[in-house]
């Protein structure tokens, strides 16, 4: 079983940079792909970025390259997105997700766990 818990998130202006944290208890979270998701009032769930165990290769959901960045420190059980230049439309409740397997993607069918999300709002 795998816990995990998110910090960072909060109320933001546009265009300041705010950073995401995720923690997770695995004892080999290195064994495990992160994925970010976030859900905006009255939409369904979307994938925000993924990386894989060993941290070599990112994805990112169009919406967001180039202002997003995921990144993890396996030393520290942690997975962190920084987001930069947010807009209002990156307002949602985000969650970090992880799955037992090298890559995982868009589906939030392939995570095995999740967090319990954390509430990011850009004021224009």
């Known amino acids: 079983q795998v816990q995990l818990v998110e910090s960072g998130g909060g109320l933001v202006q546009a265009g300041d940079p705010l950073r995401l944290s995720c923690i997770a208890s695995?004892?080999?979270?290195?064994?495990?792909?992160v994925g970010w998701f976030r859900q905006a009032p009255g939409k369904e769930r979307e994938f925000v970025a993924s990386?894989?165990?060993?941290?070599?290769?990112?994805y990112y959901a169009d919406s967001v390259k180039g202002r997003f960045t995921i990144s993890r420190d396996n030393a520290k059980n942690t997975v962190y997105l920084q987001m930069n230049s947010p807009k209002p439309g990156d307002t949602a409740d985000y969650y970090c997700?992880?799955?037992?397997?090298?890559?995982?993607?868009?589906?939030?069918?392939?995570?095995?766990?999740w967090g319990q999300g954390i509430r990011v709002t850009v004021s224009s």
């Open positions: 997700a992880a799955a037992a397997k090298q890559r995982a993607g868009t589906d939030p069918y392939e995570y095995d766990y």
């Open positions: 990386i894989i165990w060993g941290g070599g290769r990112t």
């Open positions: 695995a004892r080999t979270f290195r064994d495990y792909a």
